[in-house]
């Protein structure tokens, strides 16, 4: 995926909104704000369990560093997102949660597309 940095401004909200729930272990809020359409809750808790180390909140500057791909022809506009997560343990850790960001009437949907170690 190629870094478009212009892209991410009008929803780097909804992506850190996202991950904070993810750092607060707020799986039931993040299916429900995700309408829980790819990963469930419990898909979710089991890939944060399996990785084994406490995910913490994105420096600022790492929400500058997404990648992020635009979906062609899709309507509404929609864009394939992959976040590099932190761990209290590593700092930028393997973990790379993966969204697809839609727009919406007011704001934007987002989808959990997956959560895993690249």
């Known amino acids: 995926m190629?870094?478009?940095p212009g892209k991410v401004?009008?929803?780097k909200g909804v992506?850190?909104?996202v991950v904070a729930l993810l750092v607060a272990g707020e799986y039931e809020e993040l299916q429900r704000m995700t309408s829980g359409k790819r990963l469930t809750s419990t898909d979710i808790?089991?890939?944060v369990h399996a990785y084994g180390r406490r995910l913490v909140?994105?420096?600022l500057d790492a929400l500058d560093e997404l990648d992020v791909v635009e979906?062609?022809?899709a309507v509404p506009s929609a864009w394939s997102v992959r976040v590099n997560l932190w761990s209290a343990e590593e700092g930028r850790s393997d973990l790379t949660l993966e969204l697809t960001v839609k727009r919406a009437t007011r704001g934007y949907n987002v989808e959990v597309d997956d959560l895993h170690v690249l």
Do not use: R, S, Y
Request: aromatic share 6%; glycine share 0%.
């Open 45 to 47: 808790a089991a890939a």
């Open 15 to 17: 992506v850190q909104a």
């Open 57 to 59: 909140d994105l420096p």
């Open 71 to 73: 979906i062609k022809n």
């Open 9 to 11: 401004e009008p929803f």
């Open 2 to 4: 190629a870094k478009q």
